[in-house]
């Protein structure tokens, strides 16, 4: 990796840098022994790579992988697009979602995000990485599995979805957490529509009211996008099925899918593994839609299972 790094002010056992991919600058952060297989952490909607928590990093760190995570463009300290997004008919953008079929007009969709965590990788001089996605960034990480198999040691996906046609919704607590607008734009309107999102997406009795509020003021300090959240929702709805793209992965694949997540339910987890051969589903009992420190041991566990299993293959 030849990009100047300087220590992050998140983490002390992790370096930050900037790398550009094309016209946009993306904000990375590396941690673990620089001779170490690498891992590549994608993140979801709207998520600042922080969410790939500091103790599901170490673990991975102290299994022996050298980790990566990053923001995607439009979120946390990457870039952000400058060009006014297209009006687009979200009713109609769902409607055809919900049938699987993709829709043109987005400013971008999950193609080009996953052209970007290619060229990340590119950038960072990485000819092949363990790649490892939750929610959105799990869709991404599927589309660069079958686009570049080469980039691609092992995958896997951390309550994510394939995207197919009828798939159960999003609970409407949830989805309206997720998509809702905070009462105001100032810092405390917006850490308490924060700490909405963390009590309707994540497992229940996992974190203080204290340390949400503190991680949420770390989020909203570092970056605030709401225009980039919207972007990305409108390249996800746009994007359609990725069961063609699930024919084409080759790369040892497991998906981990917790059983109370109601944001994206547990069949949107058991379609994607089904639909990519020889993938290994767990369902995590009790865990919802984020990563907790509890958790964290089981999740090193399987993930690292699998990615010894196509060191061997």
């Given at each position: 990796m030849s990009a100047l790094f300087t220590?992050?002010?998140?983490?002390?056992?992790?370096q930050q840098t900037t790398v550009k991919v094309g016209e946009l600058d993306f904000h990375v952060e590396v941690g673990g022994k620089e001779d170490a297989p690498v891992v590549l952490l994608v993140m979801g909607l709207g998520a600042q790579m922080l969410l790939w928590r500091d103790w599901f990093c170490k673990g991975l760190i102290d299994a022996g992988?050298?980790?990566?995570?990053f923001d995607n463009r439009d979120i946390g300290l990457s870039s952000k697009m400058r060009v006014k997004s297209p009006r687009m008919n979200e009713a109609k953008l769902m409607a055809r979602f919900t049938l699987g079929l993709k829709t043109e007009g987005a400013l971008y969709?999950?193609?080009?995000?996953?052209?970007?965590?290619?060229?990340?990788?590119?950038?960072?001089?990485?000819?092949?990485a363990h790649?490892?996605?939750a929610s959105m960034g799990g869709m991404i990480s599927q589309i660069l599995a079958a686009r570049y198999p080469e980039k691609v040691a092992s995958l896997g996906l951390l309550f994510t979805s394939n995207?197919?046609?009828f798939l159960p919704p999003p609970f409407p607590?949830?989805?309206?957490?997720?998509?809702?607008?905070?009462?105001?734009?100032?810092?405390?309107?917006?850490?308490?529509?924060?700490l909405r999102l963390f009590n309707a997406i994540g497992t229940p009795n996992q974190s203080s009211v204290e340390s949400q509020l503190e991680f949420a003021r770390t989020l909203f300090r570092r970056s605030y996008s709401p225009a980039g959240v919207m972007r990305q929702y409108l390249g996800v709805l746009s994007t359609g099925s990725l069961t063609a793209e699930n024919a084409k992965i080759t790369a040892p694949t497991v998906v981990l899918h917790g059983s109370l997540d109601r944001l994206l339910p547990p069949a949107h987890g058991r379609a994607a593994a089904k639909a990519i051969k020889g993938s290994t589903f767990h369902l995590i009992s009790g865990m919802a839609h984020d990563i907790?420190?509890?958790y964290t041991p089981l999740l090193v566990k399987l993930f690292t299972q699998n990615m010894k299993k196509a060191a061997k293959a």
């Open positions: 220590p992050s002010p998140y983490a002390d056992f992790m992988y050298r980790v990566i995570r969709n999950l193609y080009d995000l996953a052209n970007d965590t290619k060229g990340i990788l590119d950038a960072l001089g990485i000819e092949k790649v490892i996605g995207n197919r046609a607590k949830q989805f309206n957490a997720l998509t809702g607008r905070p009462a105001s734009q100032n810092e405390e309107d917006l850490l308490k529509h924060s907790p420190e509890s």
